[in-house]
């Protein structure tokens, strides 16, 4: 996760940049909000934890900014003042959160994994069509999860990357398994019946004599074959 830190106050940016990187968080840092603004235009962030009180440009500012061109990435805002104008303005920008400083770096960090966690599903659910996670494994129709085992998964994520080419079931085999496979290739067609009675159409079809392709969505409309 790429995250934008705001905040001009060195000892804080060193700290808590340091504890974000702890979590394998990829953090680019501004120490007002000009840079930010800079940063933001130049490079994508999926989260922005944004310090109020800052140099030039406020972080109220650079979350109006957010909001109206960048409206994907979520927002903390950090700042010293507790006064109730300020939180309501901020909230009335549309900030994910709001967090008064001094602020545990450790409960920062978990108001930042719930608030991507929470962005992440939403994305999911947004979704439309068939669509496949690589780095979950897991394949969604319509933000719907659909119950594939891993060859399964495998096997479709094969297939919908190259849509216009037909494999072989070797090719496919070598895909899923590498060389570690040792057996029969018609393996391969048991994992096809089994994953179209999964999908929510048509999307593989058989190219008689050679192999499999994968059907796109407006091909796909009919029931899977049996």
Not at 160 to 184: A, C, H, M, S, W
Request: hydrophobic share 40%; proline share 4%; aromatic share 8%.
């Amino acid at each position: 996760m790429n995250i934008l830190f705001l905040e001009d106050e060195p000892t804080i940016r060193e700290v808590l940049t340091e504890y974000m990187k702890m979590q394998d968080y990829d953090v680019t840092c501004a120490k007002d909000g000009e840079q930010a603004l800079r940063l933001l235009k130049e490079c994508r962030f999926d989260m922005a934890v944004l310090d109020i009180m800052v140099p030039n440009v406020s972080g109220l500012e650079v979350l109006e900014y957010i909001k109206k061109n960048k409206p994907e990435v979520a927002t903390i805002m950090l700042t010293a003042l507790d006064d109730e104008k300020t939180q309501v303005q901020a909230f009335n920008l549309y900030a994910d959160d709001y967090v008064i400083k001094p602020v545990s770096p450790i409960i920062l960090l978990k108001r930042m994994e719930t608030i991507l966690r929470r962005v992440k599903r939403t994305e999911i659910n947004e979704e439309k069509g068939l669509v496949i996670h690589d780095e979950s494994y897991q394949a969604f129709y319509d933000g719907k999860p659909l119950e594939l085992t891993l060859s399964e998964f495998l096997l479709l994520q094969v297939l919908i990357k190259e849509p216009k080419r037909t494999f072989t079931r070797e090719q496919l085999i070598l895909r899923i398994f590498n060389e570690d496979y040792v057996g029969n290739d018609r393996i391969i067609d048991a994992h096809i019946k089994n994953l179209r009675k999964k999908l929510p159409g048509n999307y593989i079809k058989t190219v008689i004599g050679v192999g499999y392709q994968f059907r796109e969505e407006e091909k796909a409309k009919e029931k899977p074959l049996k």
